[in-house]
């Protein structure tokens, strides 16, 4: 079982829906989680991190985490063509001092205007 | 927010050759920095954590002799791929994360392109 899993997509969502991006994550112990976006060539650029149980509202971004279920997404309102790129889910054990990120393999997503 | 800098860009090489990239905190300090190394249409892998005036820490099947990192200010760290190789062609991507601010936030350079001829 990888650590964190994704759906690679492509996910194809009409411009102004929602998009929702979902991801789960094997190690109980996870702390801090993270969505980065990655346009094709560029380095990740992150959107949102999460720690609490619940959700976490950002502008059109939404965060949702569920550690019961091990189980984070990303909800993405009035979707636009700029938010074409890959998603990549990002977990942290956050124990201090020893902080590495692991990441999913991303899903791709595609607003179709 | 806060700013990582990745140089080169890009860089071409020849097999055999060394090259270094360059990963700087430009408006923060970091203690810690992270190198990842991203294939085509794969996602992030981790190469090592970079730790300022201490040695790295490796992950598990990544040669310590080959990427020799060196982090010896707060805003510095140096990835060296030694005697590169085609299979060394790839995009590498440093990440810092701000020291004494709550919570785990951690940037992104922009990222290297290496391609090793």
Known sequence: QKEVEQNSGPLSVPEGAIASLNCTYSDRGSQSFFWYRQYSGKSPELIMFIYSNGDKEDGRFTAQLNKASQYVSLLIRDSQPSDSATYLCAVN???????????GTGTRLTIIP | GAVV??????VICKSGTSVKIECRSLDFQATTMFWYRQFPKQSLMLMATSNEGSKATYEQGVEKDKFLINHASLTLSTLTVTSAHPEDSSFYICSAREDRVPGNTIYFGEGSWLTVV
């Open chain 1, 93 to 103: 054990r956050a124990n201090f001092g020893n902080e590495k990120l692991t990441f």
């Open chain 2, 5 to 10: 800098s990745q140089h080169p860009s890009w």
